[in-house]
């Protein structure tokens, strides 16, 4: 790997040990990749916030960082940590994982980590532009990044995104070269008619079925409705990095470098195609809901996953139209501090509560510890993140429905279809 002179000083320790560990780092991991050279970025995304994902080595490993002198060297976001300060107690969350749990977040915000606490980070801080480089990690932000914001980062590995953030840097492969990031297999939707794909929860359940098949190519997809929303392609990005590893995908006439089929396949025409139809969309979403775990009461409806943005969760208020949830219904909206204090200001937080629901902030159901304390036996979401990890993880029963279906199981205490 080609290294510059600043970048050999950075090897040498002459900018601290700190600094020096975590170039060590960048370098072995880059040449994994076979990279040629290290690009500087200027904003980066630690998705190694939980500790429930990283644990006591990872928390070490922070620490250790924080002891040898290392600082973030640019403006740096992280993903949701493992516990709410002001509901921990209320969701059975143990003292000691708390405990931990917060030692990484102080560990985090000595090194200089901005303490968003989010897998959003585009929906409360200025978003990366066109073209840039930056080092995220997080499985969704990073599908995101490429697709809807056009921004160039791979999939970083937990940790190693903290030594690029404190490098500075990240290796050049992947997709940060402009001919990695070429469509690779066409999904065409046909014949659906219009109520299709007016909710987020159709774009999760489109985003699960494609993630599927493609694994960790990169796939086209053509036919979707020009009312496409930003909100709808985040829920697309979070099941399609899900159900597969997918990091880029180009929603032709949405995705920036993708105005056209031509122009998402770079001039290529030898891709495989896929033809998606109603009946294959109605097939992966009954797959989706999971009877395990039914018998044990108690519904939970959790909306948030990735956390939403102010104007989301301003719809799910107006959803209530004054009604409130029935009794022994959890009603979960999870988001980032950042947001609740908009909401906050807004009014909308202390009326959302009244109407029943908990607002979860800086972390999410699936960073939680333990799993077992979750207080119900079936989840309703419209996330096809929660529907590919809450079952399995949780033994809980799922149901994927509609924002407005959600909404209505939480005031009616049921369920419907
Ligand atoms: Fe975010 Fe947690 Fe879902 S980190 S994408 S809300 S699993």
């Given at each position: 790997?080609?290294?510059?002179?600043?970048?050999?000083?950075?090897?040498?320790?002459?900018?601290?040990?700190?600094?020096?560990?975590?170039?060590?780092?960048?370098?072995?991991?880059?040449?994994?990749?076979?990279?040629?050279?290290?690009?500087?970025?200027?904003n980066?995304h630690?998705?190694?916030?939980?500790?429930?994902?990283?644990?006591?080595?990872?928390?070490?490993?922070?620490?250790?960082?924080?002891?040898?002198?290392?600082?973030?060297?640019?403006?740096?976001?992280?993903?949701?940590?493992?516990?709410?300060?002001?509901?921990?107690?209320?969701?059975?969350?143990?003292?000691?994982?708390?405990?931990?749990?917060?030692?990484?977040?102080?560990?985090?915000?000595?090194?200089?980590?901005?303490?968003?606490?989010?897998?959003a980070p585009y929906e409360?801080t200025s978003a990366p532009s066109f073209g840039e480089v930056v080092?995220w990690?997080?499985?969704?932000a990073v599908n995101y990044l490429n697709s809807v914001l056009g921004a160039r980062s791979?999939?970083?590995?937990?940790?190693?995104?903290?030594?690029?953030?404190?490098?500075?840097?990240?290796?050049?492969?992947?997709?940060?070269?402009?001919?990695?990031?070429?469509?690779?297999?066409?999904?065409?939707?046909?014949?659906?008619?219009?109520?299709?794909?007016?909710?987020?929860?159709?774009?999760?359940?489109?985003?699960?079925?494609?993630?599927?098949?493609?694994?960790?190519?990169?796939?086209?997809?053509?036919?979707?409705?020009?009312?496409?929303?930003k909100?709808?392609l985040k829920?697309?990005s979070?099941?399609?990095?899900?159900?597969?590893?997918?990091?880029l995908?180009?929603a032709?006439?949405h995705t920036p470098e993708?105005?056209?089929?031509?122009?998402?396949?770079?001039?290529?025409?030898?891709?495989?195609?896929?033809?998606?139809?109603?009946?294959?969309?109605?097939?992966?979403?009954?797959?989706?809901?999971?009877?395990?775990?039914?018998?044990?009461?108690?519904?939970?409806?959790?909306?948030?996953?990735?956390?939403?943005?102010?104007?989301?969760?301003?719809?799910?208020?107006?959803?209530?139209?004054?009604?409130?949830?029935?009794?022994?219904?959890?009603?979960?909206?999870?988001?980032?501090?950042?947001?609740?204090?908009?909401?906050?200001?807004?009014?909308?937080?202390?009326?959302?509560?009244?109407?029943?629901?908990?607002?979860?902030?800086?972390?999410?159901?699936?960073?939680?510890?333990?799993?077992?304390?979750?207080?119900?036996?079936?989840?309703?979401?419209?996330?096809?993140?929660?529907?590919?990890?809450?079952?399995?993880?949780?033994?809980?029963?799922?149901?994927?429905?509609?924002?407005?279906?959600?909404?209505?199981?939480?005031?009616?205490?049921?369920?419907?279809?």
């Amino acid at each position: 790997m080609n290294l510059t002179r600043d970048e050999q000083r950075i090897l040498e320790g002459k900018q601290g040990e700190g600094r020096r560990v975590a170039m060590e780092l960048v370098v072995k991991f880059g040449r994994l990749y076979q990279a040629q050279r290290l690009v500087e970025v200027k904003n980066a995304h630690i998705d190694a916030g939980a500790y429930s994902t990283i644990w006591d080595s990872g928390l070490d490993f922070v620490e250790s960082l924080v002891q040898k002198g290392a600082r973030v060297a640019v403006p740096t976001t992280i993903n949701p940590c493992s516990h709410d300060q002001d509901n921990w107690q209320r969701l059975g969350q143990p003292e000691e994982f708390v405990r931990r749990s917060h030692r990484l977040k102080q560990a985090y915000l000595r090194l200089g980590v901005s303490p968003t606490w989010t897998c959003a980070p585009y929906e409360c801080t200025s978003a990366p532009s066109f073209g840039e480089v930056v080092s995220w990690s997080e499985s969704n932000a990073v599908n995101y990044l490429n697709s809807v914001l056009g921004a160039r980062s791979n999939r970083l590995p937990d940790l190693v995104d903290v030594c690029c953030a404190v490098a500075g840097r990240v290796p050049e492969y992947g997709l940060l070269l402009p001919q990695q990031r070429a469509g690779q297999l066409l999904f065409e939707l046909r014949e659906f008619p219009d109520p299709y794909f007016r909710d987020a929860s159709d774009y999760a359940v489109l985003g699960y079925l494609v993630g599927e098949i493609a694994g960790s190519r990169v796939p086209v997809v053509l036919g979707l409705p020009q009312r496409t929303t930003k909100a709808d392609l985040k829920a697309f990005s979070a099941a399609s990095a899900s159900s597969g590893a997918v990091a880029l995908f180009h929603a032709v006439g949405h995705t920036p470098e993708s105005p056209s089929l031509e122009a998402a396949f770079q001039g290529r025409r030898d891709y495989e195609s896929y033809v998606v139809t109603p009946r294959q969309f109605q097939e992966v979403k009954e797959r989706l809901t999971v009877s395990r775990g039914q018998s044990r009461p108690g519904l939970g409806i959790i909306l948030g996953c990735p956390h939403l943005s102010f104007s989301e969760i301003a719809e799910i208020h107006a959803l209530f139209r004054g009604q409130r949830t029935a009794p022994g219904v959890e009603f979960w909206i999870q988001t980032s501090r950042t947001v609740c204090h908009l909401l906050e200001e807004a009014g909308l937080r202390s009326q959302l509560e009244e109407a029943g629901a908990l607002l979860i902030k800086d972390t999410c159901v699936l960073e939680l510890s333990p799993l077992t304390a979750w207080p119900f036996g079936t989840i309703v979401t419209n996330s096809g993140k929660i529907a590919q990890y809450g079952p399995g993880v949780c033994g809980v029963g799922l149901v994927l429905a509609s924002t407005a279906q959600c909404v209505q199981a939480a005031i009616s205490g049921r369920v419907e279809g």
